[in-house]
């Protein structure tokens, strides 16, 4: 069974920085793609930042230039490091393992619990 357990979220001010984690188990996790995503409540869940199995990288235009996405293949963990933070960004961050069909980038697994990443001053 695929879990994912994402820490480090938190309040943060505007301009700030904070690095997400995620950590995954119950798969083989160098072989797959891995994403991070974000949700506001009332709107849908938004695909911000992807990671190849060769660490080939993608960002939202909203977020690029801003985060980083990266990997540990030996803690099974994908970060993000978000920089110039904004009130925007605010909403849960979820990672997840990405398959691709047709074109089209989805999440593969059911959702972990997320973590909650505030932007205020």
């Known amino acids: 069974q695929v879990q994912y357990v994402a820490s480090g979220g938190g309040l943060e001010r505007p301009g700030g920085s904070l690095r997400l984690s995620c950590e995954a188990s119950?798969?083989?996790?160098?072989?797959?793609?891995m994403g991070w995503y974000r949700q506001v409540p009332g709107k849908q869940r938004e695909l911000v930042a992807r990671?190849?199995?060769?660490?080939?990288?993608n960002y939202a235009d909203s977020v690029k230039g801003r985060f980083t996405i990266s990997r540990d293949n030996a803690k099974n963990t994908v970060y993000l490091q978000m920089d110039s933070l904004q009130p925007e960004d605010t909403a849960v961050y979820y990672c997840n393992r990405l398959v691709e069909k047709a074109g089209v980038v989805r999440p593969f697994d059911t959702w972990g619990q997320g973590t909650l990443v505030t932007v205020s001053s």
């Open positions: 990671i190849s199995s060769d660490g080939r990288t």
């Open positions: 119950g798969m083989i996790f160098r072989v797959h793609a």
